[in-house]
């Protein structure tokens, strides 16, 4: 199967480039169809990319069919490999944790390399299967279909599966969370979907601009609406504490501008943008403001359109869920004492990475009960182990973990159990990072606690661009 793939991507990546006498005719061509053409390039070789993690995918569970195969044939006890395991247990290749598969929707860039003010699409569902379709959604908020909108909803449904497939494995956990607060606040229950076109579903998403979690808020508007951001804490990345403050933040949009459409723009680039539009256009709707608004605010209510559509008719086109281990059922648990992650991992038995995946507002793994009560989140089936043992938790290894300051290897090798000071007020050696796949200026700083401006005076940077590879200074020692 290795060869196949290895070959596979050969022969396509060579299919991917002109031959030297179709290179000739690029002298005759505009700027404009030179880049076109290089965008369809790139587009074609990450869907090249694509096909190739597919491969190793099966062949990773090929090399478990093979497994159970080989133990049957030499009479060894049954094991299966398939069967959902309970929450505590390792994973498989074909079950992924909710951790892997943030990372596996941060770094996929399907759909990302589209020119969606210029593209076209085509698709072979008639365009009055489409809008019968958005009919029958009955949407609380109006779903107008016009190219635009189509657009999206072809790019969605039919250029991103595997995207989609990471997306529709992390609804499965998150969604119910997001209606449990529309619901609270009386909104539309459509309003979940915005968090599929802010993060991807990512919790701890962080974009180049410093706008953090799944509902991408920056600092101030998280500071307005009541999120907690300190040394420990950062609630934009809580999935209850951030839809929490995004429901009444729209809520508040919705009582300025009165229509649906003009307040989840406002989520994107700020009221005083739609207001600017407002004025402009002398009209009060979205279709009559679009040209005025930002450019990346002007696709935000189509692609949302869009994502609703893909999720509801993900059968008709063949999208099926990433396989991911959840825990059915979370127990919420307040603490007032400081608890790190590790003193609950190695008396209970959870993984780091599961802790962190249920409470991903702790980046630093501690849990500041001493300043207040905080909120810890558990899998249900360790609950009355948790009620059991926690003098013991709350005891185990605290002077080493809380006094002598100990490194997670988990996030990044960074110290955890003291507050980490900024990166910048070192005096010693420099510290490097070398650039990643998908990395940002932005989570590059947030990592290292440091700012984007900082990293950018260090490095003589005049942009936010970076390449993969690129080793960036990122403080002192």
């Not at 050696?429 to 950018?456: C, E, F, M, P």
Request: proline share 5%.
């Amino acid at each position: 199967m290795k060869k196949t793939y290895t070959l596979l991507t050969v022969l396509l990546l060579a299919a991917a480039f002109p031959t030297a006498a179709e290179a000739q005719i690029f002298d005759h061509k505009s700027r404009k169809e030179l880049e076109r053409e290089n965008d369809q390039l790139r587009q074609r070789l990450e869907a090249l990319r694509q096909e190739v993690e597919i491969l190793r995918e099966r062949d990773s569970i090929q090399t478990a069919v093979n497994a159970v195969v080989e133990n049957e044939a030499a009479g060894m006890e049954e094991v299966d490999y398939f069967d959902t395991p309970s929450y505590s247990d390792n994973t498989t290749d074909s079950l992924l944790s909710v951790w892997y598969l943030h990372r596996q929707a941060r770094e996929n860039n399907q759909g990302s390399g589209y020119d969606m003010d210029s593209v076209r699409f085509t698709t072979e569902v008639p365009d009055k299967v489409l809008i019968e379709r958005l009919q029958r959604m009955n949407s609380f908020i109006q779903l107008p279909y016009n190219e635009t909108v189509k657009n999206y909803m072809v790019l969605y449904s039919e250029k991103m599966p595997t995207k989609m497939g990471q997306i529709l494995g992390l609804a499965q956990y998150y969604m119910p969370i997001f209606e449990e607060a529309f619901r609270k606040y009386e909104l539309p229950l459509e309003l979940k979907y915005m968090a599929i076109i802010e993060s991807a579903l990512n919790p701890v998403a962080v974009s180049r601009v410093g706008a953090t979690g799944m509902w991408q808020f920056m600092h101030a508007t998280a500071r307005n609406y009541g999120l907690r951001i300190d040394s420990y804490i950062d609630e934009r990345m809580d999935p209850v504490a951030s839809v929490d403050a995004a429901a009444r933040y729209l809520r508040d949009a919705y009582r300025i501008f009165g229509d649906w459409s003009l307040a989840i723009s406002s989520y994107n680039c700020g009221s005083g943008n739609v207001n600017k539009a407002i004025k402009r256009s002398g009209r009060r709707d979205f279709w009559s403001i679009y040209p005025y608004l930002p450019r990346e605010t002007r696709g935000y209510v189509p692609a949302m359109v869009g994502a609703m559509y893909a999720v509801n008719y993900a059968k008709e086109y063949g999208l099926e869920p990433t396989p991911v281990q959840i825990p059915e059922h979370v127990d919420t648990f307040l603490v007032n004492r400081n608890l790190h992650f590790r003193q609950i991992s190695e008396i209970l038995g959870i993984p780091i990475d599961d802790l962190r995946d249920l409470n991903p507002q702790y980046y630093k793994d501690i849990v500041p009960g001493a300043q207040g009560e905080q909120v810890l989140r558990l899998p249900y089936n360790y609950s009355n182990a948790f009620l059991d043992k926690q003098d013991t938790i709350y005891k185990h290894k605290a002077s080493e973990i809380f006094l002598a300051g100990s490194v997670d290897e988990g996030r990044g090798g960074r110290p955890t159990a003291k507050p980490a000071k900024p990166a910048s007020g070192g005096t010693g050696q420099w510290v490097y990072y070398k650039v990643r796949r998908g990395d940002t200026l932005g989570r590059i700083a947030s990592r290292n606690h440091t700012t984007v401006r900082n990293i950018k005076n260090w490095n003589g940077l005049r942009s936010d661009r970076i390449r993969e590879g690129q080793r960036l200074k990122v403080g002192r020692r």
